[in-house]
């Protein structure tokens, strides 16, 4: 996986290619998911998250959390450009800083 560096930290995310944009079809079609900052560190702290999505646009402090929680879990992380298009993505009338894809 490539890696992106933040002022912060530096995190490894995967490119959207076919398999992000596969998850992101499931997000949209209503597979498995949690939405939202508590539920994505819940599924990860308990493991039972494959790939987790974060927006831009989220606060700088969310933001960091989800990512080194997901690089701690060794989980894909996908940067999603607003957190406006990732709640419309996952179904929900709000805007979403955090999704998480969950293992069947």
Same mark, same amino acid.
């Given at each position: 996986?490539?890696?992106?560096?933040?002022?912060?930290?530096?995190?490894?995310?995967?490119?959207?290619?076919? &398999?992000?944009?596969?998850?992101?079809?499931? =997000? !949209? %079609? *209503?597979?498995? $998911?949690? /939405? &939202?900052?508590?539920?994505?560190?819940?599924? =990860? !702290? %308990? *493991?039972?998250? $494959?790939? /987790?999505?974060?927006?831009?646009?989220?606060?700088?402090?969310?933001?960091?959390?989800?990512?080194?929680?997901?690089?701690?879990?060794?989980?894909?992380?996908?940067?999603?450009?607003?957190?406006?298009?990732?709640?419309?993505?996952?179904?929900?009338?709000?805007?979403?800083?955090?999704?998480?894809?969950?293992?069947?």
């Amino acid at each position: 996986m490539p890696r992106g560096e933040c002022a912060l930290f530096e995190v490894r995310f995967e490119r959207v290619t076919e &398999g992000g944009l596969r998850g992101m079809e499931m =997000l !949209k %079609a *209503g597979g498995k $998911k949690v /939405v &939202g900052t508590k539920q994505v560190l819940r599924a =990860l !702290k %308990a *493991g039972t998250v $494959k790939r /987790v999505y974060a927006a831009n646009d989220a606060d700088t402090f969310i933001y960091q959390q989800v990512v080194r929680s997901a690089e701690s879990a060794g989980v894909p992380c996908v940067r999603v450009p607003s957190m406006k298009e990732l709640g419309m993505i996952c179904g929900v009338d709000v805007p979403a800083a955090a999704a998480g894809l969950l293992r069947e």
